[in-house]
Nanobody, 122 residues
Framework: VQLQASGGGLVQAGGSLRLSCAASVRTFSSYHMGWFRQAPGKEREFVAV????????DYADSAKGRFTISRDNAKNTVYLQMNSLKLEDTAIYYC????????????????WGQGTLVTVSS
């Protein structure tokens, strides 16, 4: 499984970005897909996860009400719509795939994308 994240960039506080993650895998719907982020000097942290068929989602408290995770299984792609961005959202954002676990735990994910940098400025 290969994951390619894109869509990061520089945005002002209060603005929006949409991240995408394209997966090269036949059975994309078999994987729960998560977004994580890592800020400089900090550990990688959970942001959001969506179930294989898209029926269930979970968000970190920091993302609730501002971020929306979704997926298009016909396109093998998962998205993270980020609104009302804050300075503290600045990080490298990673998408990840989990075959068997519905989890917020970094260690439960089998495959990782290369990350896309999101920088929020004041």
């Amino acid at each position: 499984v290969q994951l390619q994240a894109s869509g990061g960039g520089l945005v002002q506080a209060g603005g929006s970005l949409r991240l995408s993650c394209a997966a090269s895998v036949r059975t994309f719907s078999s994987y729960h897909m998560g977004w994580f982020r890592q800020a400089p000097g900090k550990e990688r942290e959970f942001v959001a996860v969506v179930s294989g068929r898209g029926g269930s989602t979970d968000y970190a408290d920091s993302a609730k009400g501002r971020f929306t995770i979704s997926r298009d299984n016909a396109k093998n792609t998962v998205y993270l719509q980020m609104n009302s961005l804050k300075l503290e959202d600045t990080a490298i954002y990673y998408c990840a795939a989990s075959r068997g676990w519905w989890s917020r735990d970094v260690g439960k994910y089998d495959y990782w994308g290369q990350g896309t940098l999101v920088t929020v400025s004041s």
